[in-house]
């Protein structure tokens, strides 16, 4: 199960490889130092030293041989060596120096061990065994491989000697034991600050391919409200960079895929509500014309077969004229709707006097007022000036004349008047002693919609003449509003100002 997490966990992978690649980079440092610093102590030691005998050797050269000993003794003091100084014969040359060695015996306390072949320098093997000076005690013990030696001239001294100068190997075995001894230490410390290392490394790793992975989690569920905002320069930060401006993108995509969806629906369904309506006005349409030619056929039937009613043919001739009347002022009124209905007809848009329209329309329907003995309170202002077509609009007025006189009782007053309210050219019709129900209202400019609910031609029309109204009005951009007042019944047509 700890293998699974940490194959999975990119954090976890990255600390591992980070820790053991700093804890052998550790291991392998420490171990060159280890094997480097007896060598290196001994070469920096015997630099020294070499640096100290060739001072010895020039200050030598301006000394009696007899008076060398105490330059001797302060170069074995300060070198931390043995020295010896060795004739042309291969000897032991005494200096009087009292710690150099010798060959011979003046105390038990040194001990010489001759060269092996006393006429080569490097065999020479010498040592001290329990030599004392200045309370320092040293067991030390060397061979010529590594000593240093020099030749040396004194004053008033023509022989050549040879100095062999030995460096202790004490120091150098204590520093390496002393590393040894903290070994285990500098192990724990080795672990410790590669652990260390190794987690922020792994976090400052991780840490934005986290965020990026978080990020990437929301993008999968349509989420783009976000901004990575990283500031890296590295690819890590170029791929924050980029998802920011690939979320951009895809934002500004997918709201203009869902305004483009959400318009589509909307034609969709615009498309479905108009394919009901002509579903509903084609219904309407063949019941409106259903009745008449069904009228029209049985009169008809009835002449022709001699049926006693119907042999009064000129009575029944001319209901029969008056159907068909009513079936062309049907039919036409149904090739209206159909023409408005039809967007590839533009509309002739000009500028024109309402007040003169709608006097037109009223000089064309007195006669039909004074039948239905009907009075008229006209009120039209000069200047309300809209934009439509003359023909549709007059359509539109005298349909809204034709419904006051259809719908209005003998003796009732029919009131027109004409106006601007608030800039916007007003047209108001209303016929007295009338009255809708609050229900019929709402429906009123439906196709093949009457209030009176018997449907009677005799008590109204066709039901399509306020569908008309509405139709022609959208087109001049205006709106037509009905309400009950408290004399009557109210229409009113509301045109957008003129620019």
Same mark, same amino acid.
């Given at each position: ?20 690649? %700093?804890? +052998? ?49 302060? #170069?074995?003091?300060? !070198? ?48 001290? /065994? ?14 010529? $491989? ?28 204590? !520093?390496?034991? /002393? %590393? ?6 500098? %192990? ?25 992975? +978080? ?24 791929? +924050? ?22 318009? %589509? ?23 409106? =014309? ?66 003169? =329209? ?10 039909? #007022? ?39 009782? /003998? ?33 009123? #400019? ?12 005799? $008590? ?33 047509? $509301? ?5």
């Amino acid at each position: 199960m700890l293998r699974k997490k940490i194959r999975e966990s990119l954090t976890a992978r990255i600390f591992l490889m980070t820790f053991a690649l %700093l804890l +052998g980079a550790g291991a392998i440092t420490f171990g060159c130092i280890a094997w480097a610093t007896p060598i290196t102590y001994t070469a920096v030691i015997s630099s020294a030293i070499e640096e100290q005998m060739n001072e010895l050797v020039d200050r030598l050269a301006q000394t009696e041989r007899e008076d060398c000993g105490p330059l001797l003794d302060e #170069f074995i003091r300060s !070198a931390g060596a043995e020295a010896m100084l060795l004739g042309a014969d291969g000897k032991v040359v005494d200096t009087g120096s009292q710690l150099a060695v010798y060959s011979l015996y003046e105390n038990d306390n040194v001990v010489v061990v001759a060269a092996e072949d006393s006429g080569k320098s490097d065999g020479i093997a010498f040592g001290m /065994a329990d030599s004392m000076w200045e309370d320092s005690v040293l067991s030390i013990t060397g061979t010529a $491989t590594s000593a240093l030696t020099a030749e040396v001239t004194f004053l008033h001294d023509a022989t050549s000697y040879e100095l062999y100068v030995q460096p202790y190997a004490q120091p150098e075995n204590q !520093a390496v034991q /002393a %590393l040894l001894r903290a070994a285990p230490w500098l %192990l724990l410390a080795m672990l410790v600050f590669s652990a260390g290392c190794a987690l922020l490394y792994s976090r400052y790793i991780t840490r934005p391919i986290i965020r990026l992975s +978080g990020i990437a989690r929301r993008m999968e569920h349509l989420d783009f409200d976000w901004q990575c905002e990283e500031k890296r320069r590295d690819e890590i930060g170029v791929l +924050g960079r980029s998802l920011d401006g690939m979320a951009q993108k895809l934002k500004e995509a997918l709201t203009g895929l869902q305004a483009a969806n959400e318009a %589509l629906r909307s034609d969709m369904e615009r498309e479905r509500k108009l394919e009901r309506q002509r579903l509903a006005f084609f219904s309407a349409a063949s019941h409106e =014309l259903k009745t008449p030619v069904t009228i029209l056929k049985g009169q008809l039937t009835g002449m022709l077969d001699g049926v006693s009613v119907y042999r009064d043919r000129d009575k029944y001739l001319a209901r029969s004229l008056a159907v068909t009347a009513r079936m062309e002022e049907l039919i036409r009124e149904i090739l209206t709707v159909s023409r408005l209905e039809s967007d590839g007809e533009p509309v002739k848009m000009e500028r024109l006097d309402l007040s003169e =329209l709608v006097q037109e329309q009223l000089e064309q329907d007195e006669a039909l #007022f004074e039948q239905r003995g009907l009075r008229f309170r006209v009120s039209l202002s000069d200047g309300v000036t809209v934009l439509g077509e003359r023909a549709l609009l007059g359509r539109a007025v005298e349909n809204l004349l034709s419904n006051a006189a259809h719908y209005s009782p /003998a003796g009732a007053e029919v009131r027109v008047s004409t106006r601007l309210r608030a800039g916007r050219p007003v047209l108001t019709v209303e016929n007295t002693r009338a009255h809708l129900s609050e229900g019929d209202i709402p429906h009123l #400019f439906e196709a093949f919609y009457r209030a009176e609910q018997s449907r009677n031609r005799r $008590t109204g029309g066709s039901g399509l003449g306020l569908y008309l109204v509405r139709m022609i009005l959208q087109r001049c951009h205006a709106v037509c509003t009905a309400c009950n007042t408290p004399e009557g019944v109210s229409f009113t047509i $509301t045109f957008p100002p003129l620019d």
